[in-house]
Each structure stands twice: as structure tokens, then as C-alpha cells.
């Protein structure tokens, strides 16, 4: 899909402790980690990636919000998710789930080898380990606390589209994270450049607190807070990426409690 770059708004949901309003329990990030990596995960890591995948959701409901205000509609349905994304290219994060969910079918285009003859996806074996696609159910709740929370409803396919999303984005931040502890902290950041045709692109230099994060330190069997911190660079750019590491740090202690 060709999404338009945007300044998109701040989300009112602030820096609100996310011990008092956590539509993704503990447990089941734990869950969603433990499918990932044998890795220990800490308390404070467990609450920050908590943290960030709630304001992704946050963010996502809140554009699709606009989008259905101004059909006077509070209940959102699948076409509202689509605007939210057009709208803004920093939420248009787990892809993966796209290939999947029949809203985004014929937006996604296809695959051609090099002969320009269409790839077929392979047929998925069933597997004995839940992937971020098949756990996606596990989000309902979460999904609809978060949606009474900003003060709309939705309809279940467009439920079933932010539960796919934010298993998909939980997974990819866990995978991050887990190669984050392997290789001592971040190799890449997330960015995007907009520029003219023709013209060189020029990426801004990392501000001082992505630089900490860079590097990491401590153990290579635990991870910690800053390492959910270090992974989130890696999956969000922009404004998104700027407030999901201020709440997270603002609803965690930097600890590596059990």
C-alpha cells in the first residue's frame, strides 16, 4: 500500500502508569517471549514491551478513530484501519499479519521472481509452537479494553485485524530484543527518508539517547528493560518511536527484578 508521509497527531493517551491502565497482561507477553527465546525476561522488560505495543495500538485506533469521526461513525470497521495506515506511515507495522487478514488483500500486491512470473507462498505446516499469526486470539481482550479506553467500539473482523497486529508487532519487538542480548545491542535503527527524486538520501544523526542504547550491557541470558528499548529503534521510526520510549521508560523501572 503507498502511504502518505504525514505529522501525525500526538494521541492523547500520555504517560499514564501502565500499572493502572495494562490491556496486555504480563503473562502473556511473557508468553509471546518464551516462543521466541529460552531467554529470561525481567519484570521491568515484561512492562516496557507491554508498554510499547499499547502505544502502537493506541496510536492505530486513535487514526482510525479520526477517520471514522468524519463518516460520524464511532464504531470502527476495517476501512478506517486502512485510513489510519495511508495516513500515517510510522504505524504501519506488523506486516506480516497483511498476507493474512482479508482487508488488506489486493493492497499488498504480489511477489515475482526475477522472470516477473508470480511466487506462490508455500502452504504453512502446522507446528507445534504458535505462530504471532495463530496466537493472535490471545489479544482479543486487550484489543478491546484499549478500544473502550479510547472510547469507541469496532467490529470483530477489524478486532481480529489489531489482534493480528499486535501479536505480529510483539513477536517481531521480541525477536529484536533477543538479538539485541546476542549481539550486545543495536546494529541498525528503524528510519525513513522522504526525499525528492534524484536526490541523495540523508538520515539525521541518532539523538544521545538512542546512542545509550547502541550498546548494551549485562548478562547475555537476561533481558532487561533498555534491551525492549534497544529492539524498539529497531521496529519504530519518527514520532511513534520518540513517545513509545518515553512512556516505557516513564511505566517501568529499570531493574531486572523477576
Known amino acids: 500500500m503507498t502511504a502518505q508521509p504525514t505529522h501525525p497527531e500526538h494521541s492523547s493517551s500520555g504517560t499514564a502508569s501502565l500499572r493502572e491502565v495494562s490491556p496486555f497482561k504480563p503473562s502473556l507477553v511473557k508468553a509471546v517471549f518464551r516462543n521466541v527465546t529460552p531467554m529470561h525476561i525481567s519484570r521491568s522488560a515484561t512492562w516496557a514491551a507491554s508498554s510499547v505495543t499499547r502505544t502502537v495500538l493506541t496510536e492505530i485506533i486513535d487514526g482510525a478513530r479520526r477517520a471514522a469521526a468524519e463518516q460520524a461513525r464511532k464504531k470502527l470497521i476495517p476501512g478506517d484501519l486502512i485510513s489510519a495506515i495511508d495516513r500515517n506511515v510510522e504505524v504501519e507495522v506488523g506486516a506480516t499479519w497483511y498476507e493474512h487478514s482479508p482487508t488488506f488483500k489486493g493492497l499488498t500486491g504480489v511477489v515475482r521472481d526475477a522472470e516477473g512470473v508470480v511466487v506462490v507462498p508455500p502452504r504453512r505446516s502446522r507446528s507445534r509452537k504458535p505462530s504471532a499469526v495463530v496466537g493472535a486470539h490471545r489479544f482479543e481482550s486487550g484489543v478491546k479494553r484499549l478500544l473502550r479506553s479510547r472510547g469507541v467500539t469496532a467490529v470483530p473482523a477489524m478486532v481480529r485485524d489489531l489482534d493480528g497486529i499486535a501479536s505480529v508487532f510483539l513477536t517481531d519487538l521480541a525477536r529484536d530484543t533477543a538479538m539485541v542480548v546476542r549481539e550486545g545491542g543495536v546494529k541498525r535503527f528503524g528510519s525513513v527518508a522522504l526525499v525528492m527524486p534524484g536526490e541523495p538520501a540523508t538520515l539525521p544523526p541518532l539523538d544521545d539517547s538512542l546512542q545509550v542504547l547502541s550498546v548494551r550491557s549485562g548478562d547475555r541470558r537476561t533481558i532487561g528493560r533498555d534491551d525492549v528499548l534497544s529492539a524498539t529503534t529497531m521496529q519504530l521510526f519518527g ?18 527484578a523477576c
Not at 514520532?239 to 531486572?256: D, F, Y
Request: glycine share 0%; no cysteine.
Open 239 to 256: 514520532s511513534i518511536r520518540q513517545r513509545a520510549l518515553v512512556e516505557a521508560r516513564e511505566a517501568t523501572p529499570n531493574t531486572s
